[in-house]
């Protein structure tokens, strides 16, 4: 595994991105994964940042092993978890994206346009990008100039 997955996974959507929230969450509690439900918790318009920065602080402070938001785009989530300095959100809609976002980027927040993948795709990318490590090396030093 990439992550201590000792810690649960911190997740959270927006009205757009519930419906495939709930359904990973249910196929990943299946799987026995643990996962910490940051919310929205129904259908009605809400702002993605009130559901971003929580799951962006919970893996920033070490509390989740990592995270998965969720939004119409996942724009507005990826802009907004990257406010937080520990954070490498990254914005993918296929497996091999979620994977170089972890190989290349040492990705912890995993973002996905939910009115753009299946539930499919989106259960595939998290399972890329929870099983890919960083591979270091000549990405490390690329890594380390991310913060300000």
């Not at 296929?94 to 993948?117: G, M, Q, S, W, Y």
Request: aromatic share 8%; hydrophobic share 45%; with cysteine.
């Amino acid at each position: 595994m990439a992550f201590n997955l000792t810690l649960p996974i911190a997740i959270g959507a927006d009205h757009a991105g519930f419906e495939c929230k709930e359904k990973l969450i249910s196929l990943f509690k299946a799987k026995g994964l643990q996962l910490k439900d940051f919310g929205c918790f129904s259908t009605d318009t809400v702002d993605y940042p009130d559901f971003a920065h929580p799951v962006a602080l919970s893996v920033e402070k070490g509390e989740a092993a990592f995270g998965i938001l969720l939004c119409g785009s996942a724009n507005g989530v990826a802009i907004s978890a990257n406010k937080h300095q520990g954070i490498r959100a990254a914005l993918c809609w296929t497996e091999e994206i979620a994977e170089l976002a972890r190989k290349h980027n040492d990705a912890n927040v995993l973002c996905i346009p939910a009115r753009f993948v299946t539930v499919e795709v989106a259960e595939k990318m998290v399972e890329f990008f929870m099983n890919t490590p960083f591979e270091g090396g000549r990405h490390q030093s690329r890594v380390d100039k991310i913060s300000c």
